[in-house]
């Protein structure tokens, strides 16, 4: 998990509480860079060849944290935010940035990072995989937060930069249908007398409409529990109380909840808990752009690690001769099984692997296999690079969520004799800072 650096309330008392700014460049996590007495600030909000006033929020060595406060001089690349709620809250960060902007200097900084870990210094990127910039997330979680004093809770996205939650009433990056539930859901939540219970709410969208999670710490009482079931009734929800990590209980709607991958003929079952790609236009087109890049066959055996619910899998296995895949995450694994079931598809197989161990001699490792694919977390694969590279794949595709560990990552498989032929950005999430992108492997 990513630690963010938080500033104590003592690091800025040596310096002034503004600073006027120019702003050179954007860093990879979308803040602007500008100098002040030889140190290097990072400046929230500010874009490249920009003045501003910046609030200093704190400082750690040579490094200067702030925030802009007023915009001097703007950039012609800087739009008005479409978000009302963009000033506070913390889902989106760069909004006040042209869209094309924003992708061109997400590609800047995945060669930079690439270059960084790498010899690799005259790559030239593939099409970036992109779809619609609002309306595209299908899943989301919101804090909701109980204010003793007014007996009331919020319900909202963490607000920037800290814990704290606000009043939100709108979300335009959310699929349509689950952006408008949030104001209906807080004012039904704050009707409920354990609302003082409450821990999140989670939203996801299925092909079967939207799916509601609350948390609880404690038991709702029988009147509280009526009102959450006409609210769903209502709003034509299914929802499901979970009052522990992994207990779930289905109190409106039943069946299994699912999404489609129409290109491949499938439908994949998952439920609440478990890992899906928030953007489903984007996620087709990864998954399409991956089968190209392996180039899949019909004598292929590819491997695919980090299998998760097999969405990636049971595409490949629509072509390939056969597909194992396999996951760290036993109840993910059970899931995948359950979906090659359903969907005939019994030229796969799912496994259960720590895939930070060593796999080259587990029973499913001693097959063989021609290509590969993995999708690991943001801690990326290390030590699975390696232990791939036993396998002597011909291809390998590497979808990565964070740019910075697959750039590490390369570096094993180009020491092993492969040799990185292609490299594409995914903008899964726009109007944010996160980089996903997609490399391709071919051993020499």
């Known amino acids: 998990m990513a630690q963010f650096f938080k500033p104590s309330k003592r690091s800025s008392s040596s310096l002034p509480p503004f600073l006027e700014l120019a702003i050179e460049k954007l860093d990879h996590q979308g803040r602007g860079i500008a100098k ?23 400082q750690k060595q040579q490094l200067i944290f702030a925030q802009t406060q007023q915009v001097v001089t703007a950039s012609e690349l800087r739009v008005t935010p479409f978000c009302q709620h963009y000033q506070v809250c913390g889902g989106c960060d760069l909004q006040h940035l042209q869209s094309q902007a924003q992708v061109e200097h997400k590609q800047h900084s995945l060669l930079g990072l690439v270059a960084k870990f790498t010899s690799l210094k005259q790559l030239k990127l593939a099409p970036t995989i992109a779809a619609h910039d609002q309306g595209y997330r299908r899943s989301a979680r919101f804090g909701i937060q109980y204010n003793k004093k007014r007996n009331q809770v919020a319900l909202s996205f963490r607000s920037k930069s800290s814990n704290d939650l606000f009043e939100q009433h709108a979300c335009p990056v959310l699929q349509p249908q689950m952006a408008a539930l949030i104001t209906p859901w807080r004012d039904c939540l704050n009707q409920l007398k354990g609302k003082a219970a409450l821990g999140h709410l989670a939203m996801y969208l299925s092909e079967q409409g939207v799916v509601a999670v609350l948390r609880h710490t404690k ?3 029988a009147a509280d529990r009526k009102r959450l ?8 929800l299914q929802l499901l109380l979970q009052s522990q990590p992994e207990q779930f209980e289905t ?25 899906i790609q928030v953007n489903p236009e984007v996620n087709r087109k990864m998954i399409a752009q991956a089968i190209d890049w392996l180039a899949v066959n019909s004598k292929d055996s590819v491997l695919d690690l980090f299998a998760g619910l097999g969405n990636f899998s049971l595409p490949l296995a629509k072509t390939a001769a056969k597909v194992v ?91 092993h004799g492969y040799k990185m032929t292609r490299l594409g950005l995914i903008d899964m999430f726009p109007h944010t800072a996160h980089m996903e992108s997609m490399a391709l492997f071919e051993l020499s």
């Not at 079931?229 to 034509?236: G, I, L, R, S, Y």
């Not at 909840?257 to 439908?267: A, C, G, K, M, V």
């Not at 979906?339 to 063989?368: C, I, P, V």
Request: charged share 20%; hydrophobic share 40%.
């Open 36 to 58: 002040y007495q030889g140190r290097t600030v990072f400046v929230t909000g500010a874009l490249p060849t920009e003045r501003v006033k910046a609030k200093v929020t704190g």
């Open 251 to 275: 109190l409106v709607g039943e069946g299994a909840i699912s999404y489609n991958l129409p290109e491949f003929d499938l439908e994949l079952d998952f439920k609440p808990g478990h890992f």
């Open 229 to 236: 079931t006409e609210f769903a009734t209502q709003h034509q």
């Open 219 to 221: 038991p709702l009482s």
């Open 325 to 415: 895949g396999v996951e760290g995450v036993p109840a993910m694994v059970t899931q995948a099984q359950h979906n090659a079931a359903k969907m005939g598809r019994e030229n796969t197989a799912f496994y259960h692997a720590d895939l930070s161990q060593d796999f080259s001699q587990a029973q499913w490792a001693r097959q063989t296999f021609n290509k590969a694919l993995l999708d690991p977390a943001r801690e990326g694969a290390l030590l699975a690079c390696e232990h791939l590279c036993k396998l002597k794949c011909e291809r390998i595709v590497y979808v990565s969520c964070h740019p910075a560990t697959m750039a590490r990552d390369t570096k094993v498989l180009l020491d």
